[in-house]
């Protein structure tokens, strides 16, 4: 199958501070399926490197008092474009992050604080049924795509 995937965690140096965040367990995932890296912020038109970013409430601040929210938002639809075109039914990306992360994320303080929610990216793509996990619960993948729900059998493997 096809999966989309934060092109960070592939080392790919497009992080806000210009570095990858590579992830051995998300790269192996190549050897058993096709792996479509994408970065949304780099298609939303900010550069690298750039002021880190949060979402504070429905707009997405730099932390040079910037709103990004339509770089965001558009790199959102962009990584969507992509996803659709390859057919992805579920993507892997980066945890926490304001365009990727998925179930908790940065509470807009600039202080390391976390809060309950989805990066605008991963909030896209599931509103449009893609299933987002991000690299730190790579086991719910596996138990969703290994197993064949109708009959048990195993149909595909993520190590
Ligand atoms: Fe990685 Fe996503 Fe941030 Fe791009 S937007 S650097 S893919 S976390």
Known sequence: MN??????LLGVC???NGTGEENEAVKRLGQKH????VCPEIYGGLST???PAERVGDRVMAKD???V???YERGAWEALRLAEYFGCTAAVLKSRSPSCGKGRIHDGTFSDGMTDGDGVT????EAHGILVYNETDL???KEKFETNEKDGQKISGVS
């Open 49 to 51: 490197p750039r002021p």
């Open 34 to 37: 096709t792996l479509i890296p």
């Open 122 to 125: 991963a909030q896209l793509l």
């Open 3 to 8: 999966i989309l995937v934060s092109a960070c």
């Open 14 to 16: 497009c992080r806000y």
């Open 65 to 67: 008092g910037t709103d």
């Open 139 to 141: 086991w719910k993948l």
């Open 69 to 71: 929210t339509g770089q």
